[in-house]
């Protein structure tokens, strides 16, 4: 999907926090073409910083999650942040950046039955509203 974006607005304009999984040419042309910072948030404040009064589109892929905190996706990769790490992401890009548009992805609500990751989404999006008024 992301190579799909970076076709419309090339080189430079592509963030990517917290991936861990991929094959190895996806891997190849993040390296080469977006600034990807795997399995964290470090370097998210710089990052910031560096987009700030520039406009932004924010995806987020609840996958980020470790799975045992949400189970509910199709794609559960162990080593994900916790969900106050991605609170506090969530708040610093939201509350300072100029977000023109935004989603969240990746919950697929039939893999957990317990409704956690349900619940887990909705409590993310309602941050993100928050962080954005």
Known sequence: MLRRCWELVGDGHIFQ???????RDEFFFADEHTEMHKF????????????AG????????LD??????????????AGGVS????RKAITL???KLNIVGCDVNELSP???QSGVSTAVA????REMLLALS
């Open 17 to 23: 926090f917290g991936i861990r999984s991929g094959d």
């Open 40 to 51: 964290s948030f470090d370097g998210l404040e710089q990052t910031v910083e560096k987009l």
């Open 54 to 61: 520039k406009n932004v589109y924010f995806t987020l892929d």
């Open 64 to 77: 980020v999650l470790d799975p045992s905190i949400f189970p509910g996706t199709g794609t559960p990769e």
């Open 83 to 86: 969900f106050e790490e991605l």
């Open 93 to 95: 890009v939201c509350s």
């Open 110 to 112: 039939t893999y957990d």
């Open 122 to 125: 909705c409590k993310v999006i």
